[in-house]
């Protein structure tokens, strides 16, 4: 019922930026967390950056200082900024939404976009 679609991921040398959009749309009442997660071949999916619908927001240490969440209620969109890339920052970026339907009140939900690649060369 929810769906998000995800772009901007690509090939970039280290040292290079990236910026991630994902939107969000189909019955949505509300929207209360919204994410990035990666996972790289042959490790677990990780946490990279969260905000809540009141914009505080929760990095992984790895890319404190280095990447920026933000978000657009308006228009269900979360970004991830990603600068000074380095090679192991390589993986497929997953969007993550947390919150409400709007067509049975009351009812959650919980999606994952399909996936960007994000490939940073050395």
């Known amino acids: 019922q929810v769906q998000l679609v995800e772009s901007g991921g690509g090939l970039v040398q280290a040292g290079g930026s990236l910026r991630l959009s994902c939107a969000a749309s189909?019955?949505?009442?509300?929207?209360?967390?919204m994410g990035w997660y990666r996972q790289a071949p042959g490790k677990q999916r990780e946490l990279v950056a969260a905000?809540?619908?009141?914009?505080?927001?929760n990095y992984a240490d790895s890319v404190k200082g280095r990447f920026t969440i933000s978000r657009d209620n308006a228009k269900n969109t979360v970004y991830l900024q990603m600068n000074s890339l380095k090679p192991e920052d390589t993986a497929v970026y997953y969007c993550?939404?947390?919150?409400?339907?709007?067509?049975?009140?009351?009812?959650?939900?919980?999606?994952w976009g399909q996936g960007t690649q994000v490939t940073v060369s050395s």
């Open positions: 905000i809540t619908s009141g914009g505080s927001t």
């Open positions: 993550n939404a947390n919150g409400f339907v709007s067509v049975v009140v009351g009812t959650r939900f919980d999606s």
């Open positions: 189909g019955s949505i009442f509300s929207i209360n967390a």
